[in-house]
């Protein structure tokens, strides 16, 4: 497993804004879709490619492309979604999938609802989405989906991660490789990143 922080200056400027709570949920929202559309970047770097020709307006020219691995885009729902559409805006012909889970207060630890996966998901390489990577337990649980599905090759792109939260997906699935904007200093006793930035669901949708 390796575990990547997206240091660019505009992604952390971004982060900045997105952290503070005076940011509504207008300007929230398009901060994360633009923070994970940058974070893509880093994401997809290892993405193979292959030597093409094409013709320019001049003469003809060696260039690379994808070499035509399928991708698809899974969002924990609900905050998941926002950063499947900052995604799109780079690869708008990824397969997009869902897996809905809710953690339950008292427990922190979550129960699967829902499940819609591109058929071929087993020969995609997969991102899954969550704008935070708190406990663990909602990736931990998304991913055992995503792979009962027969998906290998995943990524987990998460905003802001806790410590606890990286340790154990770590721990549950050492082949899958970590992508996020910033490692915050721990959780607190409700589970919460701190300093984090809040419930990311509500601050996208206006909920409380």
């Known amino acids: 497993m390796k575990v990547t922080t997206v ?3 505009l992604v952390q ?3 900045a804004l ?3 709570k005076n940011t509504g949920s207008k300007d929230f929202r ?3 879709a633009e923070v994970s559309m940058l974070m893509a970047y880093e994401a997809t770097r290892d993405l193979e490619l ?5 013709e320019t307006p001049v003469a003809p020219a060696k260039v690379k492309v994808l070499a035509g691995k399928k991708l698809a885009l899974v969002a924990i729902l609900r905050a ?3 950063m499947v559409d900052g995604i799109l805006r780079l690869i ?3 397969r997009v999938g869902h897996v809905g889970l809710y953690r339950d207060p008292k427990t922190l630890e979550p129960t699967q609802y829902y499940a819609k996966l591109p058929e071929d998901i087993a020969a995609r390489r997969t991102f899954l989405t969550d704008p935070m990577l708190a406990t663990g337990g909602s990736a931990v649980q998304a991913l055992h989906v995503l792979k009962d599905h027969g998906a290998t090759q995943i990524k987990l792109m998460s905003i802001i991660a806790a410590p606890e939260g990286i340790e154990r997906v770590m721990k549950a699935h050492p082949d899958v490789d ?8 721990r959780l607190n006793e409700k589970g919460y990143i701190v300093p984090g930035l809040g419930d990311a669901g509500d601050r996208i949708y206006g909920t409380k």
Not at 50 to 54: F, G, I, K, L, N
Not at 178 to 185: N, Q, R
Request: glycine share 4%; net charge negative.
């Open 7 to 9: 240091d660019h200056p």
């Open 13 to 15: 400027h971004k982060l």
């Open 18 to 20: 997105i952290r503070d």
């Open 30 to 32: 398009e901060l994360m």
């Open 50 to 54: 292959e030597e093409a020709t094409v």
């Open 80 to 82: 998941g979604l926002v």
């Open 92 to 94: 708008p012909a990824a």
């Open 178 to 185: 970590i992508c996020v904007a910033a490692v915050d200093e």
